[in-house]
């Protein structure tokens, strides 16, 4: 895909991951728009793009509203003449037995990482198939790894998979490109762990750079799932 011009929508782009995508996505000529709930998270990346002659908008909303993920789509559409890319990154992490897992717990990580993705994805179709586009979805390799202690967490990125399967066999005969990116352990401070630098594990960059590198590809190919992992993890006991 022509990456200068075309216009991107993120998910979780406050920080983290999401905020690595967006300025990679920025730096290679995209047009972004960024959606978080932290409004002054998107400001500061959205002034750094444009401050750097790039092109950026800020969405402020929470994706579990079905009314934010319609309007986001829509946003991206206006200010950027069009959709061809969408990152459902967005996402959150859930520690706890399930014995102790409340409704409120469950519901709150499947509105996040999978039925947010579902609406997204539906409303951004219409527009990724004018002429071709690209959904990233970003899972993780808890989806294929089950954990103690991690079942709704897990659980959300094994559907995530499976969704983004069947949909890739569905809309790749109009164009659109469908693929999972499961990392394993990310330097960010997903979870509320605080912002772990530790040097062993893939880089929020790593990430973005992934994502570009698979725009990139050949038009008539295909890279559908990509697991990423740090090379040298620390030796379990
Ligand atoms: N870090 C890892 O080790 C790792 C490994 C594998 C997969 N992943 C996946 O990578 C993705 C990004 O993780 P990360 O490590 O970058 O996490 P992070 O640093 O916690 O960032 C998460 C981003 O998602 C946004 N977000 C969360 N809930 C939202 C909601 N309801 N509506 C809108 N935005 C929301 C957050 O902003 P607000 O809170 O301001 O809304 C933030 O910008 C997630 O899907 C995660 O499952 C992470």
Same mark, same amino acid.
């Given at each position: 895909m022509e990456l200068r011009g075309a216009s991107a929508l993120v998910t979780g782009a406050g920080r983290g991951i999401g905020r690595a995508i967006a300025r990679g @996505?920025?730096?290679?000529? %995209?047009?972004? !728009?960024?959606?978080?709930?932290? $409004?002054?998270?998107?400001?500061?990346? %959205?002034?750094?793009i444009t401050g750097q002659g790039g092109r950026a908008t800020a969405f402020p909303g929470d994706v579990r509203d079905p009314g934010v993920c319609a309007a986001a789509v829509a946003r991206a559409v206006e200010a950027h003449g069009g959709l061809q890319i969408l990152v459902n990154n967005a996402g959150v992490g859930s520690h706890a037995p399930v014995i102790e897992t409340s409704d409120e717990e469950w519901?709150?990580?499947?509105? !996040?990482? @999978? !039925?947010?993705?579902?609406? =997204?994805?539906? *409303?951004?179709? #219409?527009?990724?198939?004018? /002429? &071709? &586009?690209?959904?990233?979805?970003?899972?993780?390799? *808890?989806? !294929?790894? #089950?954990? %103690? /202690?991690? $079942? *709704?967490?897990?659980?959300?990125? *094994?559907? @995530?998979?499976h969704f983004a399967h069947c949909l890739m066999l569905e809309v790749r005969q109009q164009g659109v490109k469908v693929t999972t990116i499961a990392p394993g352990s990310v330097a960010t &401070?997903?979870? /509320?762990?605080?912002? +772990? $630098?530790?040097?062993? +594990? =893939?880089? #929020?960059?790593?990430? $973005?750079?992934?994502i570009v590198d698979l725009l990139r590809t050949r038009d008539a190919a295909h890279l559908s799932r990509v697991e990423m992992r740090p090379l040298r993890p620390p030796k379990r006991a």
């Open positions: @996505l920025a730096a290679a000529g %995209a047009s972004v !728009t960024a959606v978080s709930r932290t $409004a002054a998270e998107l400001e500061a990346l %959205a002034g750094e519901d709150r990580v499947f509105d !996040t990482n @999978l !039925t947010a993705v579902f609406r =997204l994805t539906r *409303a951004a179709l #219409p527009y990724l198939t004018r /002429g &071709g &586009g690209h959904i990233f979805m970003i899972s993780s390799l *808890a989806g !294929t790894n #089950p954990i %103690a /202690g991690m $079942a *709704a967490y897990c659980a959300s990125k *094994a559907a @995530l998979d &401070g997903f979870g /509320g762990e605080g912002d +772990k $630098a530790e040097s062993w +594990k =893939l880089q #929020p960059g790593d990430v $973005a750079d992934t």
